[in-house]
């Protein structure tokens, strides 16, 4: 297995042209659950201009990065998870819930809390799969059904009949865990300037994440600012250092390093200091094999391959049944009532 790559350049086409066409020359090749794949592990991008955005498309279009951004990273147009999608895609997870909402998965609980009040129930008892199925079934359309199934694993029967009864108190308990998690590192460095806590913590939210009932792990991990100086001690700028636990090198690596190019300027603008570096070290930058170097599954736009990796779905054409009657869902009904019994 080759393993430890260094890409550096100006600029994510630079960097990205590089890390294809070693995936080419010293990629492995395996079958992997995305198909036939060929990657290099322990990866490090480093992107040397990051403020100058003219060459950060070589893969999406700008239109396509921007509309990634808007609807997947960026908080002003995003609402937190807890809101019920009347009419909107459903996702499991968005970059802009699990740090500009960061709240440790009480937001999910307070969605599920909120899709039983909209149906009325002031009680649940889930003694059967066939109570579950007609819950999803009611309720696909408002709420991601992995999600649903994680959050009754992760509280069980007493916990989602309490808050039930008590919502004020769900209430309270998220807005004490609610936090703008990117603003916080900023606040950290404005009053600390040579602090190395400046790190936003895992999007993965343990209880909903590994529940047994979901299926979305997102792959960003922790992300970290740095304030440089020269050698007399003054801020000349910042460095911003994520970690990935793998990129798709075609489909998905431009957008986070725009990701953190957008993080990054927001950063500069209230520390007023420039982005001088972004640093991204990835454990696995995989790509799929096919001659045509086509994205994941051969999909052919923005939105396609975002459903595809993170298990998103347009309600009104989404074959529920299909997915309910698929071996890894039932097994994950199984789990999740077993919370109930």
């Known amino acids: 297995m080759n393993t430890g790559f260094l890409f550096e350049g100006k600029s994510a086409d630079a960097v ?15 079958k992997s659950q995305r198909g036939l794949s060929r990657s290099i592990k322990a990866a490090t991008f ?53 740090s500009r909402y960061y709240d440790s998965g009480w937001g999910y609980l307070k969605g599920v809390i909120s899709l039983l009040q909209y149906l009325k129930l002031k009680r649940v008892n889930f003694s059967k799969k066939s109570d579950l199925i007609d819950l999803i079934k009611q309720t696909y359309k408002l709420y991601h059904p992995e999600i649903i199934l994680a959050v009754l694993s992760w509280k ?7 808050y039930l009864k ?29 602090s ?24 960003y991990q922790n992300y970290q600012l740095y304030i440089n100086f020269d050698k007399k001690g003054n801020p000349t700028g910042f460095t911003s250092y994520h970690l990935h636990r793998a990129i798709d090198a075609y489909g998905g690596a431009q957008l986070d390093i725009n990701h953190d190019r957008e993080w990054g ?31 994941l599954s051969q999909k052919t736009d923005i939105k396609s391959w975002l459903f595809a990796v993170t298990d998103a779905y347009d309600p009104e054409t989404l074959d529920i049944d299909a997915r309910i009657s698929s071996d890894n869902f039932q097994k994950k009904l199984e789990h999740t009532l077993k919370k109930f019994k």
Request: glycine letters at 2%.
């Open 16 to 30: 990205l042209k590089k890390a294809w066409d070693s995936i080419k020359k010293n990629g492995s090749e395996y």
């Open 46 to 98: 480093i992107i040397t201009e990051p403020q100058d955005d003219r060459k950060s498309y070589p893969y999406w279009s700008k239109s396509e990065d921007d509309w990634y951004q808007d609807n997947f990273v960026k908080k002003e147009s995003n609402k937190p998870p807890e809101y019920l999608k009347h009419k909107q895609d459903i996702y499991a997870y968005k970059y802009a819930w699990r």
């Open 156 to 162: 069980g029967e007493k916990l989602i009949n309490f």
């Open 166 to 194: 008590n919502p004020e108190i769900l209430d309270l308990e998220l807005k004490s865990q609610r936090e703008d998690t990117l603003l916080s590192i900023v606040e950290e460095l404005r009053y600390s300037p040579t």
């Open 196 to 219: 190395r806590r400046a790190i936003i913590p895992s999007f993965i939210y343990q209880n909903i994440d590994h529940s047994g009932s979901a299926g979305a792990v997102p792959v």
């Open 265 to 295: 300027m927001i950063a500069s603008q209230r520390l007023r200091l420039p982005l001088q570096k972004i640093v991204i070290y990835a454990n696995d930058v995989w790509a799929n094999s096919d001659k045509d170097q086509k994205h």
